[in-house]
């Protein structure tokens, strides 16, 4: 350990400080396990688990001493003595023998709380020092501020509460019941108990609660239960596991209709509800699910009037469900233009508000990498550098010290080097290269089709420091602009990549096929050694499928070979491409004989998990180069899914996609039937035939809209274990397949990881060798599961919301009034009774519009189709809108109609900013350039992701030129070395934007 | 509060021990001077007395005499004091009416009884105080006893608990321990032989566990039996001492 001294922190320290003894910087703590005991015993699970977690966290250094345990250390308690003093003092006792024990090399420092014990321990031995926490943060600490600001807001905030457990003012809210009786009344069924849902665009107003467990199977109740208004939310937190009462039936309200801001608490407007639901209210909570939460002090001049406490300070949280936040703190105005991390301490029924402490500032506003670490921390997401004692455990591959296959891998594996043409076909530019497919004749005439993924688990051993990151991480995370690794980058670009032309480690799966039929006759799995020969990028392939040779030019590895070689090459690669399309032609074709059709586009919207994000449904009919990889990595998942569940019928990982709620589709077949189409969504066959055949001529968009709806209205595939359902539930909904599992992308995925050490498993159990004890029983599984899933979902919303976040900057800085690019053609795709939502095809944006303003002043066009704001009332039916003004002018828009909005932003201090589409037009947009509308939008989104990227940095830039003018007008004279403006901008390019779309197949 | 957990993450139990650990063990023999044997032990702190006559003639009904070996009868009881609660225990109530039956199992398979046919050997055994395990050191107990009555037995019987917590299985459980409601095995071991004099367990168990369950519970056996043994060396030393050997 590279410490100077060791901390013991007193018990007290631990109960309090606990979050500050977390941070990283803060290493070789002992922890004493009478001050554990003391958490234990007088705190909850949460903090107890808390320090648990750190103890565990090989990282950090830190150790539990079990001082009571220890002969020398023990001390008896006193007669009369209390507990507090006896547990200071058998701590000093414990941290003068660990001094001695370290032959009082080490020095000690014990912090604690308690004055008197400084005084009387302080200088009793030498070498142990005894001081105040805050001593020992400024003295040893002077630089780790936000640990600084962190402790002033703990001790406040623990001022504070004392302070108002004093006071007993009114109650703002009914106390929450005892949790027996909770208990026994969800038994009984008088209480429901489910988790608490805020609608995002009315948090004051309404929330949903969402029935969990045993109490959804009995009730008669369908839907969600309304929780109706703050106080009926009884401080529940969006999240939180609540249970509720349900209201008498002439109490119940229904969900309103109308679109809405948020900022404005408009009560009034309860002019629109829809038919009335189940309406409840809040008597307790079973289960906080408390996390940090970003939030936004108010500016300076809403501090004022905020009164005589201005100490204590509302700050508003960046996601809109959460309640306003009470942080007492001295720092209001230094933070004012921080974005900052607080936690919710508690929440008396005597305050509106819950209270709360600051913990750390993330950035300032508006500022790029401010708001990417919002997104980050709301999201729950952390991705801190991996730790030395994690890279400590990486392989070595460096020009000086190669990294080379090793001869008892050799022995043990299958050797494909020389037999087999293997080979990869991805996107340009790919760096983490998982599969690769090779195809062959065998000698009996048959064919050999081979799926190679890369050998992740032999370089991430179980439960090694590696692993335990890994399975926190769960995936790779994309956002917009960058993306956080799941597995180091020695691993995901290097060794575990499979680059061309270097030998690497691959968990192969092969199937012998019939010559004639590709009926699949055999089928092979195990560890084999490979060299791709060839890293193809999808053009290429397609090219090389099409005929069209002059592509070779771009491939490298046909550069250094002379004339004769490279045709002959060239013939093998195009044989083997040729081939391997056939053989997905074949097995996708003998799939729609059985009856199971591919929701195509559909599919791999889910399975991009990038779904509601029409950017990728857009793109172009996809090459066929793409299909025949995504199917055979389809052929691989379902083959390896069937394996492991065949061995591990109870715990296995499998990915199951459950079919649809039919009343989902309820607005789908509306839309559809306003165009003229019929959906039938009886069958994931018939859904898919229908689709296929809604398709407009005039209009394409009508298609893509409507297959984002039915994608919309299935719910999201889920990794779960074999043990805990019946085989028939582990039906693959959107690939029509029995049984599906994740195999293929290891590298970016942990629940890959775990099906390879599965099927490893399963290989050495065929082979009747032992197994290793590895293998998770189907509770962790189980666990396991849901801890990916949620993280899923999280590196899903991170990345939309990131997006979000470019396209606001990148409409930010323009004028919609004079800049061209912000007006655009639309199409409306839901009708709201004072709005309309409308989808933006050729940035991809999705928004509401609405027809009355705050005014009450409805739009109108007048006959150039110009739109101007007349007083006169809406009317909404089943499929249009009608705007009627008082002059007699009537105005309709249909579904689907095309109109030209103008796009601007709404920017916002507390929250992100939003799009905000204004119709200015109801006739479609012509595009002037009609260049422009022909470029893919998918280009279109990497091209404006940099371009923000690039004006951030630009503007950085400019501020660094600023202070080292001088330096640089050496630079310029000399113009050699250094770097350049060029080459910086260069740089950032190159950095930047990776395609998320290349996730083929999966 | 945060509840008490039976092994923490360090792999202590809730009094220190490690998993596989022994409670400190003392004992003393000969204890008594009218007895014929007498013992007395204490695991930890639970307590126990035992005290041996015979062998002698069949008191009592002799219908009961066996024609080829000698009769064992034991008596178990407890004291009012002995548990946390003051609790009187009628003689012959249904608990130390098993404890006694499994005694006498125990040393029969212990004792070579057919040395004696016709004959009767009287084990009466006292917990003065319970803090789990009572059963295992009961027999330890009974066993120094028989030894200090100078009655030829196989081998010394050596008893202890094991439980399974957490994965993990713990050898002698305290009361603490016991009172948590996890499996819980009895094991009575004929150390040099290692047979099996008695094993009991009435708590449902995965089949896969019970191996380690066992394992853990024969080598605490395997401990008490060093134990024992130094005991009754030591006891002997203090005997030839006196007798002017």
Redesign the interface.
């Known amino acids: 350990m590279d410490v100077t001294h060791y901390v013991i922190p007193d018990w007290k320290v631990v109960q309090d400080y606990l979050e500050i003894l977390e941070f990283p910087e803060l290493k070789g703590i002992i922890f004493m396990q009478t001050a554990c005991q003391a958490?234990?015993?007088?705190?909850?699970?949460r903090q107890?688990n808390k320090l648990?977690s750190l103890?565990?966290d090989a990282r950090r250094d830190c150790i539990?001493f079990?001082n009571?345990?220890q002969q020398h250390c023990y001390l008896l308690r006193e007669r009369g003595e209390s507990m507090e003093k006896w547990q200071t003092r058998s701590i000093y006792n414990a941290a003068v023998w660990y001094y001695h024990h370290c032959q009082d090399r080490m020095p000690i420092v014990m912090v604690t709380e308690d004055e008197e014990a400084i005084q009387q321990y302080g200088s009793e031995t030498e070498g142990v020092f005894v001081i105040s926490f805050k001593n020992y943060l400024d003295n040893f600490w002077p630089d780790l501020k936000a640990a600084h600001e962190l402790w002033d807001s703990i001790l406040q905030s623990r001022r504070e509460r004392e302070n108002e457990s004093q006071e007993s003012g009114g109650k703002e809210y009914p106390e929450h019941l005892p949790l027996e009786v909770l208990e026994a009344g969800i038994k009984s069924g008088r209480y429901i108990q489910g988790i608490l849902n805020v609608n995002k665009h009315r948090a004051q107003m309404e929330a949903f609660v969402r029935l969990q467990g045993a109490s959804s199977k009995d009730s008669d109740l369908v839907s969600d239960i309304l929780i109706h208004g703050m106080k009926a939310r009884n401080r529940s937190i969006h999240g939180d596991v609540v249970v509720v009462e349900l209201l008498p039936k002439d109490e119940w309200k229904g969900r309103t209709a109308a679109l809405c801001e948020n900022d404005n608490e408009d009560k009034a407007s309860g002019e629109s509800s829809s038919e009335p639901m189940p309406t409840g209210r809040v008597v307790g909570i079973l289960q906080k699910n408390w996390r940090d939460y970003v939030v936004t002090f108010p500016a300076k001049e809403e501090v004022q009037s905020q009164g005589k406490n201005a100490q204590k300070i509302l700050v508003t949280p960046w996601d809109y469900r959460i309640p306003k936040i009470r942080i007492s703190t001295q720092q209001a105005e230094a933070l004012q233009d921080f974005r900052v991390v607080v936690r919710i301490d508690s929440w008396e029924s005597t305050s509106v508000y819950p209270n709360g402490h600051f913990v750390r500032v993330l950035g300032r506003i508006r500022d790029l990498e401010g708001e990417i670490a919002t997104i980050l921390v709301e999201n729950s997401i952390s991705v801190v550098p991996f730790s030395e004692a994690q890279m400590c455990e990486m392989p070595v591959n460096t020009p000086e010290n190669p990294w080379k296959v090793s001869p008892e891998e050799e022995r043990e594996r299958k050797d494909l080097r020389r037999t087999h043409l293997v080979f990869s076909i991805d996107p340009k530019g790919c760096e983490d290269v998982d599969d690769t497919l090779s195809v062959r004749t065998l000698n009996n005439g048959n064919l050999e089709l081979g799926v190679h993924i890369a050998d992740v688990t032999h370089f991430v051993a179980p439960n090694s420091y590696i692993d335990i990151e890994a399975r926190t991480r769960a995936t790779t995370y994309y956002l917009a602009d960058r993306r956080y690794d799941m597995l180091p980058s020695i691993l995901s670009a290097d060794l575990c990549s499979l680059l061309g032309g270097v030998d690497r480690y691959a968990v192969s799966v092969m199937w012998e096929l019939d010559k004639i039929t590709y009926e699949i006759k055999k089928v092979w799995y195990g560890r084999t050694i490979i060299r791709s020969a060839y890293q193809l990028f999808y053009e290429a392939a397609q090219e090389l499928l099409d005929g069209n040779v002059s592509i070779i030019e771009d491939i490298p590895e046909f550069k250094d070979l002379d004339e004769k070689s490279r045709q002959a090459k060239l013939e093998e690669l195009v044989w083997a491409i040729g081939k391997l399309t056939d053989i997905a032609r074949h097995i996708r074709a003998k799939r729609d004989r059985c009856g199971a059709l591919e929701l195509e586009g559909v599919e791999i919207h889910v399975q991009l998990d990038e779904k509601k994000n029409i950017h990728d449904l857009i793109s172009k009919q996809p090459l066929e180069v793409h299909e025949m990889v995504a199917e055979c990595m389809i052929l691989a998942n379902h083959w390896v899914a069937k394996k492991i569940w065949e061995s591990f019928p109870h715990q296995a990982l499998l990915r199951q996609h459950p079919p649809p709620h039919q009343e989902f589709f309820l607005e789908l077949r509306e839309c559809a039937k306003a165009k003229g189409f019929s959906i039938d969504t009886r069958s994931n066959k018939t859904l898919a035939d229908s689709l296929g055949n809604a398709h407009d001529p005039s209009d394409p968009v009508v298609n893509r809209l409507l297959r984002s709806m039915a994608t919309q209205a299935m719910s999201n595939a889920l990794y779960v274990s074999t043990g805990s359902g019946a085989e028939a539930e582990f039906y693959h909904y959107g690939l029509a397949l029995d049984k599906y599992t994740h195999f293929t992308s290891p590298i970016r995925r942990y629940s890959d990881i775990v099906v390879h050490r599965l099927l490893m498993a399963a290989i050495s159990k065929d082979k009747k060798m032992e197994i290793e004890e590895n293998l998770f029983s189907n509770k962790d599984l189980e666990e396991l599961c849901r801890h990916i899933n949620n993280r899923n979902r999280a590196a899903q919303h991170s990345q939309k919301q990131s997006t979000e976040l470019f396209q606001c900057m990148y409409f930010k800085d323009r004028d919609p009034e004079t800049e061209e690019r912000c007006i655009s053609d639309g199409v409306i795709y839901s009708i709201r009774t004072n709005g309309v939502l409308v989808f933006i095809p050729r940035f991809g944006i999705k928004g509401a519009a609405y027809l009355k303003n705050k005014d009450g002043l409805v739009l109108s066009c007048g006959p150039d189709s110009r739109s101007e704001w007349k007083p006169g009332s809406l009317q909404r039916f089943q499929n249009k809108i009608t705007s009627a003004t008082t002059g007699g002018d009537s105005l309709t828009f249909h579904l689907f109609d095309h109109v030209t909005v103008r796009i601007s932003v709404q920017t916002s201090r507390c929250h992100s900013d939003t799009i905000r589409l204004e119709i200015i037009s109801n006739k479609p947009y012509m595009i002037p350039n009609t260049e422009l509308s022909h470029q893919s939008p998918l280009l279109l989104k990497s091209e404006l992701v940099k371009e923000v990227t690039k004006s951030v940095e630009e503007a950085q830039l400019a501020q660094d030129v600023k202070v080292n003018t001088i330096q640089e007008e050496y630079q310029e004279y000399c113009q050699t070395k250094g770097r350049s403006l060029y080459m910086l901008l260069e740089e950032i390019r190159d950095l930047a934007l990776l395609d998320v779309s290349n996730d083929h197949g999966t | 509060m945060a509840g008490l957990d039976l092994l923490s993450d360090q792999g202590y139990r809730v009094d220190g021990r490690r998993a596989g650990e022994l409670r400190k063990i003392q004992a003393r023999m000969g204890v008594f001077a009218q007895a014929d044997g007498s013992a007395y032990i204490e695991q930890g702190n639970t307590k126990a007395l035992a005290v041996v006559y015979g062998p002698h003639e069949i008191r009592g009904s002799r219908a009961r005499a066996l024609p080829d070996r000698a009769l064992v009868n034991c008596q178990y009881s407890s004291a009012t004091f002995s548990t946390g609660e003051r609790k009187r225990r009628p003689h012959g109530d249904r608990k130390s009416c098993e404890m006694g039956l499994q005694l006498r199992q125990t040393f029969e398979a212990a004792i070579l009884t057919q040395l004696h046919p016709r004959s009767q050997i009287d084990i009466y055994v006292q917990v003065l105080q319970a803090d789990g395990g009572t059963y295992a050191a009961c027999v330890n107990a009974a066993t120094l006893a028989v030894l200090d009555a100078g009655i030829p037995m196989r081998d010394f019987v050596c008893a202890c608990s094991a439980g399974f917590v957490d994965g993990t299985a713990l050898a002698d459980l305290s009361h603490v321990e016991e009172a948590a409601g996890g499996p819980q095995l009895a094991l009575a071991l004929l150390p040099a032989s290692g047979q099996i004099a008695l094993l009991e367990m009435d708590a449902r168990l995965h089949e896969d566990h019970l191996e380690r369950v066992l394992e853990a519970a024969a080598r605490a056996a395997r401990d008490v039996h060093t134990l024992l043994d130094h005991v009754v060396r030591q006891h002997v030393c203090e005997a030839s001492l006196l007798l002017g050997d």
């Open positions: 958490v234990q015993h007088q705190r909850g699970w107890y648990r103890l565990k539990l079990a009571e345990f």
